[in-house]
């Protein structure tokens, strides 16, 4: 790797009593790739996932975001702080929208921190001012942009929660690039898609990859789509890693293969 | 030093009543994850239940003490017990799974409802009860202060006791129990395992109601005046009791409730009595921010 | 649903009413001197049997079963009914006090109505929009109206200098309550800020040297009109109302005269906080709100501060709430602990909740049949709070997001640019 990962993880722990969900984990993702972590259910995959965006604080290890130059130290920052000021952005597992706002101000909550500092904390945007409404306008142009490439631009007015599934999954990664992040992790985007919608899927996170040079990291089950795109898989087996490395070594591992299918090998 | 052992005793059978009140919040959150806010009107109409059943016996000819008030235990039992079904039939067990607020609201508005059905049937009025269990112990004398231990203080301990003792049992032996514990696990689980949700649930609360209404019986005969309001201001010490010694505890509540009588016991004593109920919500905030867990309770994770 | 069925349904529910009415409303206690009589009320529980009877079997038959929808409705354009309400009602409100039938009773009645419809808006920032529920919310009212009090007592200041003060008070303590308590859950929150309610009354009663304790305070400064009194005689040699417009004093007209003043007064205020509060709605502060309403988690998700969210919504919440209280002390030109209990929380509550929480014009109707009923009778005074409580469970079971709930976006996409053709 030419330059420094985005992302490092290291000895990352996470203790839930005397539960060890993640055990020791290190390992990095590098600017400009699509990571994937697969392994079992119940692997730790999603805890980790939660670690990375402060949703749990680390028992120990730690993780360090490089976005331009700046080094953070997540496993020390809230949630909110993560996502605000080292631009990392998720999707849930079980779809997390804004069930009863329209698709658009979906969007447009996004970009919260960006209209916030622009209205001068409201008084601004109470009495018009020109900056705010410059911004506003802007990331009304964005979200049409988000909106335009996941297909959904005719149903910027419905509700989030009327859409059809596939639509929901795609708004919440249209979302999650509204906030302009370095790096993008996604909890299963492919679940619950059928192949033509995981098909899109591959496609959507390439070109976002190719377009806005953002990392993704993503959880997946749909090997497909894991194959398909990823750069560099990790596996992860009972909180450990036990594979880590480009996808065509990764299939063929024979540690891999017994994590999935027991000691039998499937020819 | 007699002074002091006053207030210990008279804290610690006021702490007995609100730890009775304090197990049906503990239940009813540790199981569905909610505030009965209703709880402290149910405890009312207990107390209400109890004093009528005690004058309609007297006008039915039931003077004979014990008997009187063992029929005035059944009573205020059943009929609370009744109450507390209804509540959650009708407000709580529709909106399982709305929106989170939904149930709060829903309690919140059963609360006011209770609150003036009962100012409504009963009158505003105070109503009061003659004695009915007199005398007791004289443990020590200083300077004319005499320390006083009543035969009634000691029935609401020993029944608290017993109750305490009859529903841990309960809860770690019987099939309900077992079905409890699971519910309040994993209600999907356990429904998939064959548990009857609903039933358990039900009962839970109806369990809540009837400790509940055993403690309003004894307010009424301890105190011997009670009103239609009785049930906010106990209500929330109670629940405040609940979070002290940790949220869906069941030991938790009965050792928050004894620790709020005492503390109410000794503030009124020693400090302010004006300000005994803004020593209470003072703990209720302080344990909330500093350690929302309580004294037995176990730290809540965030499901994500 | 088949007759057998449903009549075994209702007998099962009148059943349960029977054994419910029988202690408490079969009998009650009377003490008269010469000892406690029981009086039996067997009629009572045989009608309320019936009519549970009657209401369950009814009920089962009625085609509008609860369709509870869990997915909330967002309305594109604005139905043209509920439009044209909100504009009618305007028109009423300020016609009113000249209407053929008013009288100083229905000006004060309005007056009253308006108060409710302030602290119905303010809650519903807190409640509605940013779902949080508060339950103390009497205590910023007080504050609002006792700062009023005491700054016209101590300071000798006047109504319109003291309101920005009442405001900013209330404010300042909602923002000093809700600081430590921001990061509880739902339900906890809810009961922090019912013993936050309970203890500034307590406060309230018993601090006599400051606050006058449970005798209140009198003679609060009333509005004026650009600094002329409504009053037979200005203080410090000014002119009086009645002299600037050189119109004949008389006590009643006078009476009638700031009456009126104070309705136009409140009514005025109560617009701009109106027009506030739609204002911040399509702000990205007021959006957040509603994004940590929906979900709090996907909201940190995104980089918002939910401590700053929650608190700019108390503090708007109790800003209001702090007018409001201004308005009710020069309303009553009197103020005393026991107007802020929990009932009084409790009842906009209510409102909000009724009124469809996030919708304004919800919250006036709300608060016009709160604050009216009573006024139909006795009875319907004591059934009031009853009905307010039933109606609260019947709202969350059937209609949980109330009954004007349904939401326009707060934002919609302009126009496209026509591309010019190549």
């Not at chain 1, 209209?115 to 601004?124: E, K, P, V």
């Not at chain 3, 019947?394 to 053709?421: D, F, Q």
Request: aromatic content about 10%; overall charge positive.
């Amino acid at each position: 790797m030419s330059e420094a990962p985005l992302l490092g993880v290291e000895q990352l722990t996470m203790r839930f009593g005397g539960l060890l969900a993640v055990d020791a984990l290190s390992f990095a993702v590098a600017a400009h790739d699509i990571t994937a972590i697969i392994g079992p259910n119940g692997a730790g995959k999603t805890t980790v996932f939660n670690c990375l965006t402060g949703f749990y604080r680390p028992s120990a290890g730690s993780l360090a975001l490089n976005r331009s130059g700046k080094l953070m130290r997540l496993e020390r920052m809230e949630g909110w702080r993560i996502a605000r000021d080292a631009g990392v952005a998720r999707t849930f597992q079980n779809i997390r929208l804004f069930a009863g706002m329209s698709v658009l101000e979906n969007l447009i909550i996004a970009q919260h921190n960006a209209l916030s500092r622009a209205s001068f904390y409201t008084i601004g945007g109470l009495f018009g001012s020109r900056a705010y409404r410059a911004a506003e306008a802007a990331a009304l142009e964005k979200a049409r942009y988000w909106l335009e490439r996941v297909g959904l631009a005719a149903s910027a007015d419905l509700a989030a929660s009327t859409l059809p599934y596939g639509a929901q999954r795609r708004l919440e990664i249209a979302r999650a690039m509204c906030t302009d992040p370095a790096l993008l992790c996604l909890d299963e985007p492919a679940a619950g898609l059928n192949p033509h919608e995981s098909a899109e899927l591959n496609h959507l996170l390439l070109s976002i990859r190719e377009r806005h040079g953002v990392g993704v990291l993503l959880i997946e089950h749909d090997m497909n789509v894991v194959m398909g795109i990823s750069d560099h898989i990790i596996v992860l087996d009972y909180g450990r890693k036990i594979a880590d490395g480009a996808p065509a070594a990764v299939r063929r591992d024979p540690a891999v293969i017994k994590a999935y299918l027991g000691e039998e090998e499937e020819a | 030093m007699s002074y002091f052992l006053q207030q210990l005793i008279n804290g610690l059978t006021l702490g007995a009543i609100y730890g009775l009140i304090a197990i049906g919040y503990t239940m009813v959150y540790g199981i569905v994850g909610m505030i009965n806010f209703a709880h402290g009107e149910i405890y009312m109409i207990g107390a209400f239940v109890s004093l009528i059943t005690y004058f309609v016996l007297g006008v039915a000819g039931v003077t004979w003490v014990p008997l009187a008030l063992a029929l005035v235990l059944l009573s205020a039992m059943g009929f609370t017990a009744f109450y507390g079904w209804t509540v959650e039939r009708v407000a709580y067990r529709p909106l399982r799974g709305s929106f989170r607020l939904a149930p709060l609201i829903s309690a919140i508005g059963m609360s006011i409802f209770l609150q003036n059905y009962v100012q409504l049937v009963q009158g505003a009025q105070v109503k009061s009860m003659p004695p009915v269990i007199d005398g007791g112990f004289h443990l020590m004398e200083t300077n004319g202060f005499v320390v006083q231990l009543s035969y009634l203080q000691i029935m609401i301990m020993l029944t608290t006791v017993a109750l305490m003792a009859g529903f841990s049992i309960m809860i770690a032996a019987t099939p309900l129990g077992r079905a409890q514990r699971a519910c309040e696990q994993d209600m999907t689980m356990a429904a998939l395992l064959g548990i009857n949700v609903d039933r358990t649930i039900s009962t839970t609360f109806v369990i809540g109601a009837i400790l509940a209404a055993v403690a309003g019986m004894m307010v009424t005969l301890y105190y011997g005046v009670i009103d239609f309001f009785i049930g906010f201001l106990a209500g929330m010490k109670a629940f405040t009791a609940a979070v002290l010694g940790g949220i869906g505890s069941l030991p938790g509540a009965m050792l928050g409730g004894l620790l709020i009588g005492l503390i109410e016991a000794f503030w009124a004593g020693y400090f302010n009595a004006a300000y005994k109920d803004v020593a209470v919500f003072g703990i209720l905030i302080l344990v909330l921010i500093v350690r929302p867990s309580g004294l037995l309770g176990r730290p809540e994770v965030e499901k994500v | 649903m088949p007759l057998r069925l449903a009549a075994k349904d209702a007998a099962l529910a009148a059943f349960v009413a029977l054994v419910l009415a029988i202690p408490l409303i079969g009998f009650t206690t009377h003490e008269t001197g010469s000892g406690t009589i029981v009086e039996t009320r067997f009629r009572w529980v045989a009608i309320a049997v019936a009519v549970v009877f009657a209401g369950r079997l009814a009920w089962a038959f009625v085609p509008w079963r609860a369709r509870r929808s869990s997915a909330p409705r967002l309305v594109q354009h604005r139905k043209l009914n509920t439009k044209y309400l909100g504009w009618l009602a305007l028109a009423g409100a300020i016609l009113w006090p000249f209407l053929p039938f008013a009288s100083n009773y229905l000006i004060f009645l309005a007056t009253t109505v308006l108060i409710y419809i302030m602290l119905g808006w303010g809650l519903n920032v807190v409640v509605g929009l940013a779902g949080l529920l508060n339950l103390g919310y009497a205590a910023f009212y007080a504050v609002g109206a006792y700062t009023l009090a005491l700054a016209g007592q101590y300071w000798g200041i006047g109504f319109w200098e003291a309101l920005p003060l009442c405001g900013v008070m209330a404010a300042i303590v909602g923002v000093l309550l809700a600081l430590p308590v921001l990061r509880l859950r739902g339900d906890y929150l809810a009961i922090v800020t019912l013993g936050f309610g309970e203890i500034i009354r307590i406060v309230l009663i018993n601090w006599q040297s400051f606050t006058g304790g449970p005798n209140g305070v009198n003679d609060l400064p009333l509005p004026t009109f650009f600094g002329m009194p409504f009053s037979a005689r200005a203080p410090g040699g000014g002119k009086t109302f009645a002299q600037f417009f050189g119109l004949h004093f008389s006590p009643l007209a006078n009476a009638t005269e700031r009456l009126i003043f104070i309705y136009y007064s409140i009514l005025a205020v109560a617009l701009l906080t109106n027009l506030l509060v739609l204002r911040l709605r399509r702000l990205p502060i007021g959006r957040a709100w509603e994004a940590l309403r929906e979900d709090e988690i996907a909201s940190r998700a995104l980089g918002i501060n939910p401590i700053n969210v929650k608190l700019s919504a108390f503090a708007i919440g109790a800003l209001l709430a702090g007018f409001a209280g201004a308005f009710f002390g020069a309303h009553q030109s009197f103020v005393s602990p026991e107007s802020f209990n929990f009932q009084e929380s409790a009842t906009v509550l209510a409102i909000v909740v009724l009124g469809g929480m996030g919708s304004q014009l919800g919250v006036v109707l709300a608060a016009i049949i709160l604050v009216t009923l009573p006024e139909f009778g006795r009875e319907f005074a004591q059934f009031r709070m009853l009905l307010f409580g039933a109606s609260m469970v019947a709202i969350m079971v059937w209609r949980p997001r109330g009954l004007l709930s349904l939401r326009t976006p707060s934002i919609r996409l302009p126009e496209a640019p026509r591309e010019a053709a190549p």
